[in-house]
């Protein structure tokens, strides 16, 4: 897996979703431009895949457009499945659900 910090610039809710908890799958890029490209590739991954490699991978991963401060971290929540959330100055914040939907 490529290092470095990941910027996520989509989401995909599942149908009739709206939360945090509904989030099936990111799109994110690694926020570097590789020509002859005039912008990131743009790279996706499931809710399930996201969060492994955030809990045992230590990615840094941020919400495109939101203050650098605002990281992407997994919620584990008691007997469900975990799902991501954004998170500034350790408060959840909702701009990751702010993000444009494919």
């Excluded at 990615?59 to 975990?82: C, F, K, M, N």
Aim: glycine share 6%; hydrophobic share 30%; aromatic share 10%.
């Amino acid at each position: 897996m490529s290092s470095g910090t990941k910027y996520v610039t989509r989401i995909r809710l599942a149908p009739d979703g709206y939360r945090h908890e509904h989030i099936e799958e990111i799109e994110y890029h690694h926020g570097v431009v590789i020509p002859p490209y005039d912008s990131p590739e743009l790279h996706y991954a499931s809710v399930s895949v996201a969060a492994l490699l955030l809990d045992e991978h230590d990615w840094d991963v941020r919400v495109s457009g939101a203050p650098e401060t605002v990281r992407l971290r997994t919620v584990h929540p008691y007997g469900r499945p975990p799902y991501l959330r954004g998170f500034a100055d350790d408060a959840p914040t909702n701009d990751l659900l702010d993000l444009p939907h494919y």
